[in-house]
């Protein structure tokens, strides 16, 4: 369904372009094969890892570290983890779908997409150079500390 | 003698475009290879683990092959999309429209060019600076850095296929109620004038 939704959209929208604009659509099509190519060997051994690791690991191992109810340990430890993580969001997203189907709980995975997305300890030269100390310190920080609340308002609405 | 130089000025813009052509073709070449080792690698792990855990291979075959076959599914899709945006929305676009902002109008376009997918986070923080130097203010300036981080439209496409439309439609809530009080906070106390002499 989600699939099919994406794949209409995209087809439409490359048909508009096509009718627009031959040359860019041909641009745009070979920036979407050089993506997927680049994403292509971290996408392969994703498929491989998930398959090899969850035909050892019990699931109850990991509902037992990132399942159960809101703990502040569990979820900040995930934010931390996305914090110093530097992985495409297009790649952890799958990653992190395929441990809620493990039976980890949906608070520590919002706490891990947040930090990944906004805070970005790998990023911080280049933020700092950029915007400077005091905007770097204040936005890191304050996302790291918003990631808990997400995580917490994911938990309980969910 | 214009003509001249005229026919010069060409040929070096061609000789640039081959150069840079020829560098694509390059990488081009370099990420198939690393796929096909990539693949190899795997076929033999694989393989191995099959001869000695032959009671579990199946499972693992299973599982790979669900994940495999949803990322086949939405993957592609994906990848043109960015493609498309990348070419029809330049990021001096971006630039030009979030320079300008009426209080309303200019947190709505903050979001809303933020959430388009163009280029990683590193690219963000440049445009986030000039976007300062041209005196847009700090709480769309912040807004636009958070948006583009974290609720990019394709990437949205990904997470309600591998965890969930009712997770996702939470988070994007979510976030975006704490982008917008994150930006206030730092508005508030932050004081941008100074931005040119710190940096």
């Known amino acids: 369904m989600v699939a099919a939704v994406i794949n209409i959209f995209a087809l439409l929208l490359l048909f508009i372009s096509f009718l627009k604009s031959n040359k860019k659509t041909k641009g745009a099509l070979k920036i979407a094969l050089f993506k997927g190519l680049g994403l292509a060997p971290q996408l392969i051994s994703l498929v491989a890892l998930i398959g090899i690791v969850f035909a050892f690991l019990p699931p109850e191992l990991i509902k037992e570290f990132l399942g159960g109810n809101f703990s502040l340990i569990q979820v900040g430890g995930a934010a931390l983890f996305g914090a110093v993580m530097m992985i495409p969001s297009l790649i952890a997203l799958p990653l992190a779908g395929s441990l809620i189907d493990a039976g980890a709980s949906y608070t520590p995975v919002a706490a891990f997409i947040t930090t990944l997305t906004m805070v970005g300890f790998v990023t911080i030269p280049v933020e700092l150079k950029e915007l400077g100390k005091k905007i770097t310190i204040y936005r890191n920080g304050l996302a790291l500390i918003f990631a808990l609340v997400i995580a917490f308002m994911i938990g309980v609405f969910i | ?199």
């Open chain 2, 1 to 199: 003698m214009t003509a001249v130089d005229n026919i010069e000025n060409n040929n070096s813009k061609e000789n640039k475009k081959k150069i840079q052509a020829e560098k694509q073709n390059q990488k081009l070449k370099e990420n198939i290879k690393k796929t096909i080792k990539t693949l190899i690698f795997w076929g033999i792990i694989l393989t191995v683990f099959r001869y000695f855990f032959p009671e579990r291979f199946p499972a693992a075959l299973s599982m790979s092959g669900r994940y495999l076959k949803e990322m086949i599914l939405v993957f592609p899709a994906v990848l043109v999309i960015m493609g498309l945006s990348d070419r029809w929305v330049p990021t001096s676009m971006v630039e030009k429209y979030l320079g300008h902002n009426s209080s309303f109008k200019g947190k709505f376009l903050a979001v809303f060019l933020g959430t388009l997918p163009t280029g990683p986070m590193y690219i963000a923080f440049p445009i986030a600076a000039e976007l300062l130097r041209k005196k847009a203010s700090l709480s769309n300036v912040i807004i636009f850095l958070g948006v583009w981080a974290s609720l990019k439209v394709p990437q949205l496409g990904i997470e309600v296929q591998f965890i969930g439309l009712k997770f996702s439609v939470l988070r994007f809530i979510f976030t975006l109620i704490s982008i917008f009080i994150i930006a206030l906070i730092m508005e508030k106390t932050i004081d941008v004038k100074d931005f040119n002499e710190n940096v």
